[in-house]
Nanobody, 124 residues
Framework: QVRLVESGGGLVQTGGSLRLSCAAS????????VGWFRQAPGKEREFVAA????????YYADSVKGRFTISRDNAKNTVYLQMNNLKSEDTAVYYC?????????????????WGQGTQVTVSS
């Protein structure tokens, strides 16, 4: 079983930065793509960014391009989401998710493993 644990959320002012971490573990570790999603109150969970574990190729939602950066540290089995120039509309619970295929998709149903989420609140 694979376990994903997010950390790094918090309260930040508009224009500020936060770095989220997603630590992966498990005896049968076999994740090939890791994605970050977010869910604001009353809204559906949406794709934010994803990275292929082996190649490091990255993908972003248009709403975060140029502000967010996804990266990974293979030695630590950890994926990061650096979030800069945060806006109030970035406020949400952020989840990391993993899938066993090296193909980036944005649909939540295509990811088998999920973390518990971490709250990000951007205040104006």
């Amino acid at each position: 079983q694979v376990r994903l644990v997010e950390s790094g959320g918090g309260l930040v002012q508009t224009g500020g930065s936060l770095r989220l971490s997603c630590a992966a573990s498990g005896r049968d570790f076999s994740i090939y793509t890791v994605g970050w999603f977010r869910q604001a109150p009353g809204k559906e969970r949406e794709f934010v960014a994803a990275i292929k574990w082996t190649s490091g190729s990255t993908y972003y939602a248009d709403s975060v391009k140029g502000r967010f950066t996804i990266s990974r540290d293979n030695a630590k089995n950890t994926v990061y989401l650096q979030m800069n120039n945060l806006k109030s509309e970035d406020t949400a619970v952020y989840y990391c998710a993993g899938r066993n295929l090296a193909l980036v998709v944005t649909a939540t149903g295509q990811y088998s493993y999920w973390g518990q989420g971490t709250q990000v609140t951007v205040s104006s």
